[in-house]
């Protein structure tokens, strides 16, 4: 193994070298979740298969008008269906500690416990990013290569969703680079219209991203968003574009513990007597893909 955290190495900086040098700075990082903006399938944890298929149907009919005759029968009106299948994969990350780094650690310092606390975050995580992989892949598209996001593109994508006849309510997941042009856009449009920042009631509910609503439209702020081609490519999309399935372990796994309580992410120590080293690993089960595709569109603009 590599990557160890040691006191001769990449710890030295996490434990105390004066006595009141104790408290550590987490670095800024994004912390965004687009868990409530999927569409969650289920957990097919203990189902005895690692694959959820979810039937389609199109039920866009409507009656036709009756044979003049009265006796011609009618004949029967196609009903088209389909699926969707999502086949969950493993997540995972680990951490490696040295004895020396953590006997000699103190409360408040970096420890395989604060490590551990953060199996559900690193989780978080991955799933936003494997949510913006999924609206990477949505056919439809607005906005200008190689310019600036404006209020124009976030008008065209609530047009492009209004006919396709997307329901609400509707999600903008862009760029940080993408929010702030959108903002300074807004600065010179005149009327009514009013960008709402979320409230601190509306960011406990929404999650870490979430910056408020714009037209009805709820946004958040990701760095997980594609770039191409010197492009940030965002989306807008309506419930049941993006869906997700888990697999959670039905039973605590041989020494490992949920991260936390009821959480796909389940946490394991890992002990090697020689050279002393602890690890922890954290580990979780799921897939996130598109639904329905013509329920979103992406909003490629300039990175």
Same mark, same amino acid.
């Given at each position: 193994m590599?990557q160890?955290i040691?006191?001769?190495?990449? #710890?030295a900086? @996490?434990r105390s070298a004066?006595?009141y040098n ?9 912390p965004t979740?687009l868990r409530?903006v999927? @569409?969650?399938?289920? +957990?097919?944890?203990?189902?005895g298969s690692a694959?959820?298929t979810? #039937?389609?149907?199109d ?5 036709a008008?009756?044979n ?5 029968a ?5 009903? @088209? ?9 493993h997540?995972?990350i680990?951490?490696?500690m ?10 408040? =310092?970096?420890d395989?416990?604060?490590l ?11 799933f936003t +990013?494997?949510?913006c992989?999924a609206t990477d892949t949505?056919t439809a ?6 310019a600036?996001?404006t ?7 609530t047009a492009t969703?209004?006919?396709a006849l997307v329901g609400?309510?509707w999600?903008?997941v862009?760029a ?8 300074t856009?807004?600065r010179?449009e005149?009327g009514a ?8 009631? =509306?960011l406990?509910?929404?999650?870490p991203?979430? =910056?408020g609503n714009l037209l009805g439209v709820d946004?958040?702020s990701?760095?997980s968003?594609?770039t191409?081609g010197g492009?940030?490519?965002g989306a807008?999309?309506?419930p ?5 399935v888990?697999?959670s ?5 041989p #020494? ?6 009821q959480?796909p992410v389940y946490a ?7 050279? #002393?080293?602890s ?5 979780a089960?799921?897939a996130?893909?598109?639904l329905?595709?013509?329920?979103g569109?992406?909003?490629t603009? +300039?990175?």
């Amino acid at each position: 193994m590599a990557q160890e955290i040691t006191l001769t190495g990449s #710890g030295a900086h @996490t434990r105390s070298a004066e006595i009141y040098n104790k408290l550590l700075h987490e670095l800024l990082m994004d912390p965004t979740s687009l868990r409530a903006v999927a @569409t969650n399938l289920g +957990d097919i944890g203990g189902s005895g298969s690692a694959t959820l298929t979810t #039937g389609t149907v199109d039920f866009d009919l409507a009656m036709a008008a009756a044979n003049a005759d009265e006796v011609t029968a009618a004949d029967n009106t196609a009903v @088209t269906v389909g699926s969707v299948s999502l086949t969950v994969a493993h997540q995972i990350i680990s951490f490696g500690m040295s004895d020396l780094h953590s006997i000699v650690a103190s409360p408040g =310092q970096l420890d395989l416990q604060a490590l551990a606390a953060k199996m559900a975050q690193a989780y978080e995580l991955r799933f936003t +990013d494997l949510v913006c992989a999924a609206t990477d892949t949505i056919t439809a598209n607005v906005g200008t290569s190689g310019a600036d996001m404006t209020v124009d593109d976030f008008y065209a994508a609530t047009a492009t969703l209004q006919q396709a006849l997307v329901g609400g309510p509707w999600t903008a997941v862009l760029a940080p680079v993408q929010v702030t042009d959108l903002r300074t856009s807004l600065r010179s449009e005149g009327g009514a219209m009013q960008f709402m920042p979320g409230t601190a009631e =509306q960011l406990a509910l929404k999650g870490p991203g979430y =910056q408020g609503n714009l037209l009805g439209v709820d946004i958040f702020s990701s760095d997980s968003i594609t770039t191409s081609g010197g492009n940030r490519i965002g989306a807008m999309f309506g419930p049941g574009c993006v869906a997700y399935v888990e697999a959670s372990a039905r039973a605590a796994m041989p #020494g490992s513990i949920a991260a936390p309580s009821q959480s796909p992410v389940y946490a394991e120590f890992v002990r090697a007597g020689d050279p #002393g080293i602890s690890r922890v690993v954290g580990h979780a089960f799921c897939a996130v893909g598109l639904l329905e595709n013509a329920r979103g569109v992406n909003i490629t603009t +300039d990175a």
